[in-house]
């Protein structure tokens, strides 16, 4: 008798000990997001937690207005920068912070917070604060069920959205990849100190695509085509910079010279020289009905 209860305990051990094993993971309400962008030559990331509107009201319920919110569910959101940039006009060390907010009907405060560790905003200090600025609300035509980030690019800057439900707020990040390529051009580039042919021509197509200092990016490709004549990259930007600046018989001259460095050029097969010339000719063509009264 002893025996069979003994036999019995052992096996109810083993089903309790199966049972404590098992495990099911059920969806979690607030699923945890993540963005990454590249700004410029910044990443940018955001970490937070994504909650849903599920039928309720959300801002000025669910979230109070005039009360630090941790702008997601669960831990604080975070913010990260690789670099140092600005945000509301005011310079943000590169690092993590958390992302806190006061929503308000009228206008939202964004705050940069040194605690990464808060789960919610129960013993947010706002003494360790990095930046405070302002944000305007926005109603959207469209419903976000839940909560989003989103990272919209402006040449070398970018702006964060943040929509959920019907509102939506957005602040701008500025980068300092502008001023350091001035800086890098005008005490490396301009002087000449640089050897590297590619460091030339892509400053010039820089200013291209930036649509400023186009006479100084002629200067720049000049400077690449002195170390290397048979830079395709170099002349193709100075063609396209002569054709901005509607200097069309400056521009087709170039691209005389693009065609016949490219014949001579034997570091080519004939397959990419065909090709090449080809599209060089085509670019002449259409400078010429530009050309056309």
């Known amino acids: 008798m002893i025996r069979q209860l003994l036999l019995i305990f052992s096996f109810c051990l083993v089903v309790v000990n199966l049972k404590a094993q098992d495990k099911f993971e059920y969806p979690s309400l607030s699923p945890k997001g993540t963005i990454t962008q590249v700004v410029g030559n910044t990443q940018v990331k955001i970490e937070y937690e994504r909650p849903s509107v599920r039928k309720r009201k959300i801002f000025g319920a669910l979230v109070p207005w005039n009360k630090v919110w941790r702008t ?21 060390d590169k690092g993590t912070y958390a992302l806190f907010s006061i929503p308000n009907p009228d206008e939202w405060v964004i705050i940069l917070n040194r605690d990464t560790s808060l789960y919610g905003s129960y013993d947010y200090n706002p003494e360790l604060d990095v930046v405070r ?22 040449p070398n800057n970018a702006r964060i959205y943040l929509s959920w439900a019907n509102t939506s707020i957005s602040f701008t990040i500025e980068t300092a990849i502008d001023k350091r390529v001035e800086q890098f051009v005008q005490e490396e580039l301009m002087p000449g100190t640089a050897s590297d042919s590619d ?24 400077k690449a085509l002195a170390i ?4 395709s990259w170099a002349r193709l930007v100075k063609i396209r910079i002569y054709d901005r600046l509607k200097r069309y018989d400056l521009a087709l001259q170039e691209i005389d010279k693009a065609i016949a460095t490219t ?31």
């Not at 290397?228 to 830079?231: E, F, V």
């Not at 570091?267 to 085509?282: G, P, R, T, V």
């Open 228 to 231: 290397d004549t048979k830079n």
């Open 199 to 222: 460091l030339y021509a892509g400053a010039a197509e820089y200013y291209l695509y930036q649509n400023t200092n186009l006479m100084q990016g002629i200067t720049l490709t000049d």
């Open 72 to 92: 997601g569910a669960g831990y604080c959101t975070k913010i990260s920068f690789d670099q140092t940039v600005k945000l509301g006009g005011q310079q943000i």
């Open 133 to 154: 600025f302002i944000a305007l609300p926005e109603r959207t035509n469209r419903h976000y069920e839940t909560l989003s980030f989103d990272i919209d690019l402006i």
């Open 263 to 293: 014949k001579e050029n034997e570091d080519m097969d004939e397959e990419n020289k065909a090709w090449e010339i080809a599209y060089l000719k085509k670019y002449a063509k259409s400078i010429q009905d530009k050309m056309k009264p």
